[in-house]
């Protein structure tokens, strides 16, 4: 699996730290950028360069950081079949993953420290979907939504 990250300047040291724990525990890390640290550099650049590489490739994972998480997080969720979410915690991830399948992880650098966000990043990795009926119903009616919308 391909777990493609990014960033803007405000979360690039934490994604430097992300990335290099992510390629340390054997998994293949594509850096969407910035690839330095750009004082003037805008999260939905490098948000949606993560969330379309995923978006085309279902087999894929995303992690996306900027100072709140929030900014990312709404930019990846505008990708047809991303499902993102803002995690502050281990059980936030875990339940992201069990429940509604999430592909793509949104990290808040200022509110997250690196041993938080590696237990984060861990959990969510980690965790398999758990395929229950009414979470697989439900994220279905998230695709139907997201076809009445690309119609509008």
Not at 15 to 31: M, P, Q, R
Not at 70 to 82: E, L, M, S, Y
Not at 102 to 115: F, G, I
Request: aromatic fraction near 8%; proline fraction near 3%.
């Amino acid at each position: 699996m391909i777990i493609y990250i990014g960033s803007d300047h405000r979360g690039f040291n934490l994604k430097e730290s992300v990335k290099k724990y992510l390629s340390e525990s054997g998994y293949t890390v594509t850096d969407a950028g910035n690839a330095s640290f750009v004082q003037d550099d805008d999260y939905p650049d490098f948000a949606a360069q993560v969330a379309e590489k995923v978006s085309m490739n279902p087999e894929s994972k995303g992690i996306v950081l900027c100072g709140s998480g929030i900014g990312v997080d709404i930019v990846a969720n505008k990708f047809p079949r991303i499902r993102c979410a803002l995690a502050m915690t281990p059980d936030q991830a875990y339940m992201s993953r069990t429940d509604d399948d999430t592909n793509v992880l949104a990290l808040s650098s200022e509110l997250l420290d690196d041993y938080a966000a590696k237990t984060i990043v861990a959990t969510w990795l980690q965790t398999p979907f758990s395929g229950d009926v009414r979470h697989m119903r439900r994220i279905a009616k998230i695709r139907d939504i997201e076809q009445k919308v690309k119609s509008l």
